[in-house]
């Protein structure tokens, strides 16, 4: 099974000023075993101005609440979960609540 590069906090530099438009940010996931719809809606979930533009802040904050739990959770780091992985990140990531 292919391993892929996972993400880290901040967007990689390749860009001037550091943001990316689809064109751009779509070579970040090519190698990621998803389509470009799948692609877009992950842009479109990303821009959170909705300026048709990724900065490092609008990254980071995806980065924090959606693909970093969900790197942790992906063991094999194939970028899928698969039943084990879900039913044991669920174990080891169940909200406390007080």
């Known amino acids: 099974m292919e391993k892929y590069d996972q993400f880290t906090s901040s967007l990689p530099t390749e860009t001037v000023g550091g943001q990316y438009r689809f064109r751009e940010f779509l070579k970040l996931w090519f190698d990621k075993n998803l389509r470009t719809p ?27 609440n959606y693909l970093d739990p969900f790197q942790k ?3 094999d780091k194939n970028f899928a979960i698969s039943v084990e992985e879900f039913k044991a990140c669920l174990t080891e990531s169940t909200p406390k609540f007080d």
Not at 40 to 62: A, G, L, M, P, Q
């Open 38 to 64: 799948e692609i877009r809606k992950i842009f479109t979930t990303v821009d959170i101005n909705k300026d048709n533009i990724v900065d490092d802040t609008e990254w980071s904050h995806f980065f924090d």
């Open 73 to 75: 959770c992906d063991k």
